[in-house]
């Protein structure tokens, strides 16, 4: 069996992940697949002294406003 990420055959005795999905991935593929193969949403951003969160960018921002645009555009 081989890792669905990367496709190097996982070696046994060694950490293995089972995704939901029903993916076997190597410990060190598991950020990969969850960015490529589930794309949650994210805000990139910083965090200032005080320990607050400062966004940049939000995925889902973008994924609205194309929504709002193309509805937009629908009335017209």
Request: glycine fraction near 8%; include cysteine.
């Amino acid at each position: 069996m081989n890792c669905i990420v990367c496709g190097n055959p996982l070696i046994y005795g060694r950490v293995v992940f089972h995704c939901a999905c029903g993916a076997f991935i190597h410990a060190y593929c598991w950020d990969r697949h969850i960015l490529q193969a589930h794309r949650p949403s994210f805000e990139i951003g910083s965090v200032n002294l005080d320990g607050e969160f400062i966004p940049r960018e939000s995925r889902e921002g973008k994924q609205l406003a194309k929504t709002q645009v193309t509805e937009e555009q629908r009335s017209q």
